[in-house]
């Protein structure tokens, strides 16, 4: 498994793709930070660095659909260019295959969080002025930015799912999109219908989409309980969506 890791993850950074989406988020925080900068200087903007970081937040349920570009970037077409039937035709577990690419997934993924986080981070530091709430603010990112972390797993689970058994990209993304971005308001209308049992049951549905910890506002600062809810709903996905794509990939027959 140590091989195919290491193999995958050669392949995962050495492709253009990834490489490009990686400069890309880096050189779009780089920006904002600048203009955060630039707008400051020019009296339109006088927060401090810890202002700039809470400024992040908001974006970080980006982050469930931009797991989705993580996934493509390591998948990157297998089933087109022939490369997973090669795999399988070579006598390579299909265990070892599904999970290898689903962790390469996640360690690229999260490197580039970190990667496009510390460069926002530094370049705020180094050009915003410091503030006295600076500590609260630093304390309530990172305090977000650990809900938010399994929710991305969570959405990168269930792209890798659903790429491993549809073998066309557009419907791939029309099926995970569809999920991503319909299940949780389809259910919010539905508990907007009454108080009955359907309004009941639309609402403990709801709580266990990937959305619905972003979409609460105001959180205490280290609620325990958010923290349980985001994790437990988040490797809930991960962990039934790893279950049933490697149970359907075990299956499937790949031409």
Same mark, same amino acid.
């Given at each position: 498994?140590?091989?195919?890791?290491?193999?995958?993850?050669?392949?995962?950074?050495?492709?253009?793709?990834?490489?490009?989406?990686?400069?890309?988020?880096?050189?779009?925080?780089?920006?904002?930070?600048?203009?955060?900068?630039?707008?400051?200087?020019?009296?339109?903007?006088?927060?401090?660095?810890?202002?700039?970081?809470?400024?992040?937040?908001?974006? @970080?349920?980006?982050?469930?659909?931009?797991?989705?570009?993580?996934?493509?970037?390591? @998948?990157?077409?297998?089933?087109? *260019?022939?490369?997973?039937?090669?795999?399988?035709?070579?006598?390579?577990?299909?265990?070892?295959?599904?999970?290898?690419?689903?962790?390469?997934?996640? /360690?690229?993924?999260?490197? !580039?969080?970190?990667?496009?986080?510390?460069?926002?981070?530094? !370049?705020?530091?180094?050009?915003?002025?410091?503030?006295?709430?600076?500590?609260?603010?630093?304390? *309530?990112? !990172? @305090?977000?930015?650990?809900?938010?972390?399994?929710?991305?797993?969570?959405?990168?689970?269930?792209?890798?799912? /659903?790429? @491993?058994?549809?073998?066309?990209?557009?419907?791939?993304?029309?099926?995970?999109?569809?999920?991503?971005?319909?299940?949780?308001?389809?259910?919010?209308?539905?508990?907007?219908?009454?108080?009955?049992?359907?309004?009941?049951?639309?609402?403990?549905?709801?709580?266990?989409? !990937?959305?619905?910890?972003?979409?609460?506002?105001?959180?205490?600062?280290?609620?325990?309980?958010?923290?349980?809810?985001?994790?437990?709903?988040?490797?809930?996905?991960?962990?039934?969506?790893?279950?049933?794509?490697?149970?359907?990939?075990?299956?499937?027959?790949?031409?």
């Amino acid at each position: 498994m140590r091989a195919y890791l290491t193999a995958e993850w050669g392949k995962a950074v050495a492709r253009p793709y990834y490489r490009i989406y990686l400069a890309v988020m880096v050189a779009l925080a780089a920006a904002l930070a600048l203009i955060w900068w630039w707008t400051g200087r020019e009296g339109m903007f006088q927060g401090s660095f810890g202002e700039c970081l809470s400024l992040l937040i908001p974006f @970080f349920s980006a982050g469930i659909y931009l797991a989705v570009i993580v996934a493509d970037a390591v @998948f990157s077409d297998q089933y087109k *260019t022939g490369t997973l039937k090669n795999e399988v035709s070579y006598g390579i577990p299909r265990e070892r295959i599904y999970l290898g690419k689903l962790a390469t997934a996640a /360690v690229a993924g999260l490197l !580039l969080v970190f990667l496009t986080l510390l460069a926002y981070a530094v !370049l705020c530091r180094l050009l915003i002025p410091a503030g006295p709430e600076d500590w609260q603010a630093v304390q *309530t990112f !990172l @305090f977000r930015l650990l809900a938010a972390v399994p929710l991305w797993l969570g959405a990168l689970a269930l792209t890798m799912a /659903v790429m @491993f058994n549809i073998a066309h990209t557009i419907p791939v993304m029309v099926i995970v999109l569809t999920i991503l971005m319909g299940l949780g308001p389809t259910l919010r209308g539905m508990m907007g219908l009454g108080t009955g049992w359907l309004a009941d049951w639309a609402e403990v549905l709801y709580r266990l989409t !990937l959305t619905a910890p972003m979409d609460l506002g105001a959180v205490s600062l280290w609620d325990p309980a958010y923290l349980l809810w985001c994790w437990g709903v988040g490797l809930l996905w991960t962990a039934g969506c790893t279950a049933v794509g490697l149970a359907l990939f075990a299956r499937r027959d790949i031409h």
